[in-house]
C-alpha cells in the first residue's frame, strides 16, 4: 500500500517567540491547509489568561500549535474537546507500550496512571494513588483530587477566520514552577520513567498530538468521555468565576460539564453553569 499523505503540514523550529504567533503568520500569508508549527523552545509562550507564560528549556517540552485548515467548521467546547484528544493520545501510549514502562516494584507502570482534565484546558496526572505528606489519610485527600500535577496546558484562538490551538506539554523534568492553581508541574518521563515511541521524537509527537485532537474535535461521543476524566468531579471546589483580573470566588460540588462545555456547579443546592472561570482549588475534605 502507497504511505498515507500526513494530514498536517509540519513546520519545526529550533526557536520561536510562540508556536502560535508563527501559525498567526501562516493564516495572514494565505496558507489554507491543516498545519503543526513546532518550537523546540519558545520565549513567549503565553497560557490562557493574560499575564500567565509558559516557562519552558530547550527539547524539555513538547510545544506545537496546530491551525486547522481553513474549511473546518468550528466545533462546540473546542478547549475541552482538544484537551480531550490530548488525553487520548497519552492513553493510547500508555497501552500500546505498557510492556517497556516498568515501575521501580516491577509492576507495569501504564496501569498505575490516571490522567484527568481540569476544566477548561489543562491536562493533569496522577503518578499513583498515594497519601501526599502531612495529610494524615488518603481518605482527607478528595476522591479524584489532590495528587495531580499539571502536564499540559491548552489555549484556543482564532486569526484570519481560522482556528488554531496551542499545546504545551512537559516531556521531560519542567522547571520548578507551581501553576496558578497551585498545581505542581508533572512531565512525562517522570511519570512513566521514560518516553515511548512516539513522544521519543518532537515531530513525531506532534503529529501523533495533533491527529487525535482532530479527530476528536468532530467524535459525538466526546462529552461522555470528557466528563469520566473531569477532574474534581462528584468534589467540593473552588471557583474563580467572571473576568480573570476580579473574579467572584465561590464554593461547590462539581457535577459536570453541559453539552456546550460549560461547568456545572452544584451551589447551596442549586445548579449553575460557568462559560468561563477558572477552577482555583480542590477543597480537602
Partial sequence: ????????????????GSTMDEARALAREGFTGAAI?????Q??????IGGRTWVDAPKLSLLMTILLPADFKEAKALPLRAGLGVVRA???????NETVMIQRDGKPAARSYKFRLKWPNDVLVQPHP?????????????RDGAAYGKLCGILCESAQGRILIGIGMNLRSPPPVRSHSGLQPASLEETWGCLPPPFDNLDEAAH???QQVIDTLSDPQWHSEY???LWGRGSTLQFLA???QSPERMQGMCVGIDEDGALILNIEGEKKTFASGEIASLRLV
Fill in 43 to 48: 520565549t513567549s509562550g503565553r497560557g490562557r
Fill in 242 to 244: 467572571g473576568h480573570p
Fill in 1 to 16: 500500500m502507497p504511505a498515507q499523505e500526513p494530514l498536517f503540514q509540519l513546520f519545526s523550529f529550533p526557536c520561536l
Fill in 227 to 229: 466528563e469520566r476524566r
Fill in 37 to 41: 508549527v513546532r518550537a523546540d523552545t
Fill in 208 to 210: 501523533y498530538v495533533a
Fill in 90 to 96: 497519552l492513553e493510547e501510549t500508555a497501552a500500546l
Fill in 130 to 142: 498515594q497519601r501526599e505528606p502531612g495529610v494524615r489519610s488518603a481518605a482527607a485527600i478528595p
